[in-house]
Protein backbone atom coordinates (compact mmCIF):
# COMPACT_ATOMS: atom_id res chain seq x y z
CA UNK A 1 0.00 0.00 0.00
CA UNK A 2 2.65 2.30 1.01
CA UNK A 3 4.43 1.84 -2.74
CA UNK A 4 1.23 2.87 -4.29
CA UNK A 5 1.39 6.44 -2.64
CA UNK A 6 5.05 6.88 -3.60
CA UNK A 7 4.72 8.59 -6.90
CA UNK A 8 7.47 11.00 -9.10
CA UNK A 9 6.54 14.33 -9.34
CA UNK A 10 4.56 15.02 -12.91
CA UNK A 11 5.68 18.39 -14.45
CA UNK A 12 3.81 20.06 -16.55
CA UNK A 13 5.22 22.18 -19.34
CA UNK A 14 4.64 25.86 -19.54
CA UNK A 15 2.09 26.41 -21.51
CA UNK A 16 -0.79 23.24 -20.42
CA UNK A 17 -4.37 23.43 -21.45
CA UNK A 18 -6.18 24.63 -18.51
CA UNK A 19 -7.56 27.65 -16.58
CA UNK A 20 -5.90 28.89 -12.83
CA UNK A 21 -7.91 31.84 -10.56
CA UNK A 22 -5.17 33.79 -9.07
CA UNK A 23 -5.08 37.90 -8.33
CA UNK A 24 -1.19 38.41 -8.62
CA UNK A 25 -1.97 40.37 -12.37
CA UNK A 26 -3.81 42.94 -10.87
CA UNK A 27 -1.77 42.95 -7.40
CA UNK A 28 1.16 44.09 -9.62
CA UNK A 29 -1.37 46.68 -11.91
CA UNK A 30 -2.26 48.36 -8.31
CA UNK A 31 1.57 48.79 -7.18
CA UNK A 32 2.11 50.96 -10.33
CA UNK A 33 -1.54 53.02 -10.35
CA UNK A 34 -1.17 53.58 -6.64
CA UNK A 35 2.56 54.56 -6.98
CA UNK A 36 1.71 57.26 -9.38
CA UNK A 37 -1.12 58.58 -6.57
CA UNK A 38 1.58 58.31 -3.75
CA UNK A 39 3.81 60.25 -5.57
CA UNK A 40 1.30 63.32 -6.54
CA UNK A 41 0.44 62.93 -3.06
CA UNK A 42 3.65 64.04 -2.03
CA UNK A 43 4.17 67.03 -4.52
CA UNK A 44 0.66 68.24 -2.98
CA UNK A 45 1.61 67.98 0.48
CA UNK A 46 5.46 69.65 -0.49
CA UNK A 47 3.24 72.37 -1.90
CA UNK A 48 0.58 72.90 0.58
CA UNK A 49 3.28 72.22 3.50
CA UNK A 50 3.06 75.85 5.71
CA UNK A 51 6.58 75.30 7.20
CA UNK A 52 10.35 75.59 5.52
CA UNK A 53 11.02 72.11 3.82
CA UNK A 54 11.50 70.00 5.67
CA UNK A 55 10.80 71.74 8.93
CA UNK A 56 8.62 70.22 10.86
CA UNK A 57 5.09 71.55 11.86
CA UNK A 58 5.14 71.92 15.63
CA UNK A 59 1.40 72.09 16.19
CA UNK A 60 -0.30 69.76 13.79
CA UNK A 61 -3.88 69.89 15.05
CA UNK A 62 -3.29 73.61 13.30
CA UNK A 63 -2.97 72.09 9.94
CA UNK A 64 -6.01 69.16 9.55
CA UNK A 65 -6.10 69.63 6.08
CA UNK A 66 -2.29 69.18 5.60
CA UNK A 67 -2.32 65.99 8.50
CA UNK A 68 -4.86 63.93 6.65
CA UNK A 69 -3.01 64.54 3.25
CA UNK A 70 0.16 62.97 4.77
CA UNK A 71 -1.74 60.33 6.78
CA UNK A 72 -2.94 59.63 2.91
CA UNK A 73 0.48 59.99 1.24
CA UNK A 74 1.91 57.50 4.28
CA UNK A 75 -0.94 54.89 3.15
CA UNK A 76 -0.42 54.58 -0.30
CA UNK A 77 3.36 54.24 0.52
CA UNK A 78 2.72 50.91 2.64
CA UNK A 79 0.12 49.72 0.03
CA UNK A 80 2.49 50.28 -2.51
CA UNK A 81 5.03 48.19 -0.68
CA UNK A 82 2.46 45.66 0.29
CA UNK A 83 0.64 45.44 -3.00
CA UNK A 84 4.47 44.49 -4.80
CA UNK A 85 4.63 41.89 -2.27
CA UNK A 86 1.46 40.32 -2.82
CA UNK A 87 2.09 40.63 -6.82
CA UNK A 88 5.45 38.67 -7.02
CA UNK A 89 4.32 35.98 -4.12
CA UNK A 90 1.44 35.29 -6.03
CA UNK A 91 3.05 34.77 -9.40
CA UNK A 92 5.04 32.37 -7.47
CA UNK A 93 2.19 30.37 -6.28
CA UNK A 94 0.57 30.40 -9.83
CA UNK A 95 3.84 28.88 -11.47
CA UNK A 96 3.92 26.39 -8.66
CA UNK A 97 0.46 25.62 -9.50
CA UNK A 98 1.02 25.74 -12.99
CA UNK A 99 4.30 23.46 -13.44
CA UNK A 100 3.83 21.02 -10.36
CA UNK A 101 -0.57 20.59 -10.02
CA UNK A 102 -2.54 21.65 -7.37
CA UNK A 103 -1.57 19.14 -4.65
CA UNK A 104 2.01 19.02 -4.95
CA UNK A 105 2.30 22.55 -4.76
CA UNK A 106 0.02 23.00 -1.50
CA UNK A 107 1.89 19.80 0.01
CA UNK A 108 5.55 20.49 -0.44
CA UNK A 109 5.60 24.68 -1.23
CA UNK A 110 3.22 26.43 -0.34
CA UNK A 111 4.16 27.28 3.05
CA UNK A 112 7.22 28.36 2.28
CA UNK A 113 9.17 31.14 2.51
CA UNK A 114 9.63 33.83 -0.39
CA UNK A 115 13.36 32.88 -1.13
CA UNK A 116 13.25 29.25 -0.80
CA UNK A 117 9.80 28.80 -2.60
CA UNK A 118 11.57 30.49 -5.48
CA UNK A 119 14.68 28.34 -5.18
CA UNK A 120 12.57 25.17 -4.48
CA UNK A 121 10.59 25.87 -7.46
CA UNK A 122 13.30 26.53 -9.76
CA UNK A 123 15.39 23.39 -9.04
CA UNK A 124 12.18 21.36 -8.78
CA UNK A 125 10.58 22.59 -11.98
CA UNK A 126 13.85 23.77 -14.25
CA UNK A 127 16.54 22.15 -12.90
CA UNK A 128 17.69 25.23 -11.98
CA UNK A 129 20.26 25.98 -8.94
CA UNK A 130 19.67 29.78 -7.87
CA UNK A 131 22.68 31.36 -5.88
CA UNK A 132 21.47 33.35 -3.10
CA UNK A 133 23.67 36.28 -4.62
CA UNK A 134 21.74 35.85 -7.78
CA UNK A 135 19.93 38.95 -8.95
CA UNK A 136 16.36 37.30 -9.35
CA UNK A 137 16.71 36.05 -5.42
CA UNK A 138 18.30 39.73 -4.45
CA UNK A 139 15.64 41.58 -5.86
CA UNK A 140 12.68 38.96 -4.48
CA UNK A 141 14.26 39.22 -1.13
CA UNK A 142 14.54 43.21 -0.99
CA UNK A 143 10.40 42.71 -1.60
CA UNK A 144 9.85 40.71 0.90
CA UNK A 145 11.82 42.46 3.30
CA UNK A 146 9.72 45.88 2.15
CA UNK A 147 6.68 43.72 3.34
CA UNK A 148 7.61 41.88 6.42
CA UNK A 149 8.82 45.23 8.30
CA UNK A 150 5.01 46.20 7.16
CA UNK A 151 3.34 43.10 8.32
CA UNK A 152 5.56 42.28 11.22
CA UNK A 153 5.95 45.22 13.08
CA UNK A 154 8.60 45.44 15.89
CA UNK A 155 8.71 47.74 19.22
CA UNK A 156 11.47 49.56 19.94
CA UNK A 157 12.14 51.31 23.25
CA UNK A 158 13.15 54.42 22.83
CA UNK A 159 16.30 55.74 25.41
CA UNK A 160 15.83 59.32 26.59
CA UNK A 161 13.23 62.14 26.63
CA UNK A 162 10.69 61.58 24.21
CA UNK A 163 10.83 65.22 23.45
CA UNK A 164 13.90 64.81 21.98
CA UNK A 165 12.88 61.63 19.68
CA UNK A 166 11.54 62.58 16.50
CA UNK A 167 10.46 59.04 15.23
CA UNK A 168 11.15 56.42 12.55
CA UNK A 169 10.18 58.05 9.24
CA UNK A 170 9.78 56.34 5.95
CA UNK A 171 11.54 58.33 2.82
CA UNK A 172 8.94 59.26 0.62
CA UNK A 173 8.84 58.62 -2.16
CA UNK A 174 11.93 56.89 -2.57
CA UNK A 175 10.17 53.33 -0.90
CA UNK A 176 7.60 53.28 -2.29
CA UNK A 177 9.25 53.88 -5.94
CA UNK A 178 12.18 51.19 -4.69
CA UNK A 179 9.45 48.41 -3.98
CA UNK A 180 7.89 49.14 -7.44
CA UNK A 181 11.04 49.34 -9.01
CA UNK A 182 12.43 45.85 -7.31
CA UNK A 183 9.04 43.72 -8.13
CA UNK A 184 9.68 44.60 -11.56
CA UNK A 185 12.99 43.97 -11.39
CA UNK A 186 12.27 40.25 -10.21
CA UNK A 187 9.96 39.76 -13.40
CA UNK A 188 12.37 40.84 -15.63
CA UNK A 189 15.21 38.04 -14.21
CA UNK A 190 12.47 35.85 -13.60
CA UNK A 191 11.75 36.02 -18.08
CA UNK A 192 15.56 35.91 -18.05
CA UNK A 193 15.95 33.03 -16.11
CA UNK A 194 13.07 31.04 -18.00
CA UNK A 195 12.08 32.71 -21.27
CA UNK A 196 8.92 30.48 -21.09
CA UNK A 197 7.36 32.29 -18.00
CA UNK A 198 7.14 35.79 -20.81
CA UNK A 199 4.13 34.41 -22.53
CA UNK A 200 1.89 34.10 -19.11
CA UNK A 201 3.41 36.89 -17.77
CA UNK A 202 2.38 39.11 -20.36
CA UNK A 203 -0.95 37.99 -20.16
CA UNK A 204 -1.27 38.32 -16.70
CA UNK A 205 -0.16 41.76 -16.56
CA UNK A 206 -3.52 43.79 -16.78
CA UNK A 207 -5.37 40.37 -15.26
Known sequence: MTKRTRQPIQLRPHDPEGVWESNDGRYRTYAHQLLGEHIALCDEVLR???ADAGAPITTPVAYPEIAALARRRDQTADTVRIYAAMAVEGYLNFYGV????????DEHFERLGLVPKLRALLLTCDQLSIPKSDPLVLALDRVAQSRNSLVHP?????VGSPSQHNGTETPTPETARAAVRDMEAFFEAFVEAIPQAENHLSQRACA
Not at 98 to 105: A, N, P
Not at 154 to 158: A, F, G, P
Request: hydrophobic letters at 45%; glycine letters at 6%.
Open 98 to 105: LRLGQDVF
Open 154 to 158: KTVEV
Open 48 to 50: KWP
